[in-house]
């Protein structure tokens, strides 16, 4: 069974940067996506990036422009560049990867908190 475990969190000031990475215990090669969502405080998760194991990437639209997801499958972590945060990116940030079945499955990080404030 694949483990994921997110690291890089931490306090940044708006418009600051951060990196997060997404280590899986065992080959991401498996993993047909990997994403990242977050969840702030009384809401719910939202999906944050997703990318494909040809590389192709997507963004929700308020990040987009900002963020920057990639994945390196020698070294079997993914990471998501943070740039100019702002307080409502404040939140739980969690990483996933998808393996497609029959049965799909999905594996889910423990997460990361991101807090960004002056």
């Known amino acids: 069974q694949v483990q994921l475990v997110e690291s890089g969190g931490g306090l940044v000031q708006p418009g600051g940067s951060l990196r997060l990475s997404c280590a899986a215990s065992?080959?991401?090669?498996?993993?047909?996506?990997m994403g990242w969502y977050r969840q702030a405080p009384g809401k719910q998760r939202e999906w944050v990036a997703t990318?494909?194991?040809?590389?192709?990437?997507d963004y929700a639209d308020s990040v987009k422009g900002r963020f920057a997801i990639s994945r390196d499958n020698a070294k079997n972590t993914m990471y998501l560049q943070m740039n100019s945060l702002k307080p409502e990116d404040t939140a739980e940030y969690y990483c996933r990867g998808t393996v497609v079945g029959p049965p799909t499955k999905r594996y889910w990080g423990r997460g990361t908190q991101v807090t960004v404030s002056s």
């Open positions: 990318i494909t194991s040809g590389g192709t990437t």
């Open positions: 065992g080959s991401i090669f498996s993993f047909s996506s």
